[in-house]
C-alpha cells in the first residue's frame, strides 16, 4: 500500500460512517485529481458498500461512478463493479443501471467482463426468470 493510499482509506471510511454518504463520495471524486481515480475506485472497492440495500443518495453516487467515462476507462473500475454486486438493488435501480450499462457498455467491457456479466446478471433477472432445462421454475420457488 502506498502512501497515498494510507491518507485515502480513513477518509473514505469516515465518509461511509457519516450521512448522505452518496453525496460525500460524489464531492470527493469530483475534488480528486485525475491522476488519483485509479487508486481512489480500488481503495473504495475495498471497503464499500457497507450494506446490501442503498438509498437514493448512495445510488445516486453509484451512478455517478458509473456514467463517467473518465472512471469507466479506469482499469480499477472492475473493482468498483465487483464490490457493488453485493447491493440488493430495488427494480428502479436495476432498470436504471441496466439502461446506464447499455448506454456505456462499449467503455465498460473494455476494462471488465466477468465483473459485468455478474452485475448483468443480478439487475436483468428477477426470481421467475430462472427456470430449468424444461422452462419451468424449480419446485422451490
Known amino acids: 500500500m502506498s502512501r497515498h493510499d494510507i491518507l485515502l482509506r480513513p477518509q473514505f471510511e469516515r465518509i461511509i460512517e457519516?450521512?448522505?454518504?452518496g453525496q460525500?463520495?460524489?464531492s470527493f471524486y469530483e475534488k480528486l485529481p485525475e491522476g488519483n481515480y485509479r487508486r481512489a475506485l480500488y481503495i473504495l472497492s475495498i471497503i464499500y458498500p457497507i450494506k446490501l440495500n442503498v438509498g437514493d443518495d448512495e445510488f445516486?453516487?453509484?451512478f455517478y461512478i458509473m456514467s463517467q467515462k473518465k472512471f469507466l476507462r479506469q482499469q480499477t473500475i472492475s473493482d468498483f463493479v465487483r464490490s457493488?454486486?453485493?447491493?440488493?438493488?430495488?427494480e428502479t435501480q436495476k432498470s436504471v443501471l441496466r439502461e446506464l450499462i447499455k448506454k456505456n457498455n462499449d467503455i465498460i467491457i473494455t476494462q471488465c467482463t466477468f465483473e459485468l456479466?455478474?452485475?448483468?446478471?443480478?439487475v436483468s433477472a428477477s426470481s421467475n426468470q430462472f427456470r430449468n432445462s424444461n422452462g419451468y421454475l424449480p419446485e422451490n420457488s
Open 60 to 62: 445516486r453516487f453509484i
Open 117 to 122: 456479466d455478474c452485475l448483468l446478471t443480478r
Open 24 to 26: 460525500a463520495l460524489i
Open 84 to 90: 457493488i454486486n453485493v447491493i440488493e438493488f430495488t
Open 18 to 21: 457519516g450521512d448522505r454518504v
